[in-house]
Nanobody, 122 residues
Framework: VQLQASGGGLVQAGGSLRLSCAASGRTISNYAMGWFRQAPGKERAFVAAISGSGGSTRFADSVKGRFTISRDNAKNTVYLQMNSLKPDDTAVYYC????????????????WGQGTLVTVSS
């Protein structure tokens, strides 16, 4: 499965962005989908994940209450809605797909997109 993330950009603190992850090659309805981010000089870290059906979600503590994850299996697309953005949210955001249950470790995800840059100015 190929993943293409988009929707990043420059936004002021307190603003919002919606990232999209479009999948191709296979239907993703059987895949748990995750979003990770990597800030400069830091390791890639878990942000959010959603089960194949969309019935279960998980979030990193740092984004709970501000970010939501959703999916439209008919469009083979996953979304990350980011509200109340902070400068600490600045990072390259990656989407990923897993045939396992939704999880936080990077090793759970076999397929990765190329990343989209989110910059939050103070």
């Amino acid at each position: 499965v190929q993943l293409q993330a988009s929707g990043g950009g420059l936004v002021q603190a307190g603003g919002s962005l919606r990232l999209s992850c479009a999948a191709s090659g296979r239907t993703i309805s059987n895949y748990a989908m995750g979003w990770f981010r990597q800030a400069p000089g830091k390791e890639r870290a878990f942000v959010a994940a959603i089960s194949g059906s969309g019935g279960s979600t998980r979030f990193a503590d740092s984004v709970k209450g501000r970010f939501t994850i959703s999916r439209d299996n008919a469009k083979n697309t996953v979304y990350l809605q980011m509200n109340s953005l902070k400068p600490d949210d600045t990072a390259v955001y990656y989407c990923a797909a897993s045939l396992l249950n939704i999880g936080t470790p990077r090793s759970s995800y076999a397929y990765w997109g190329q990343g989209t840059l989110v910059t939050v100015s103070s």
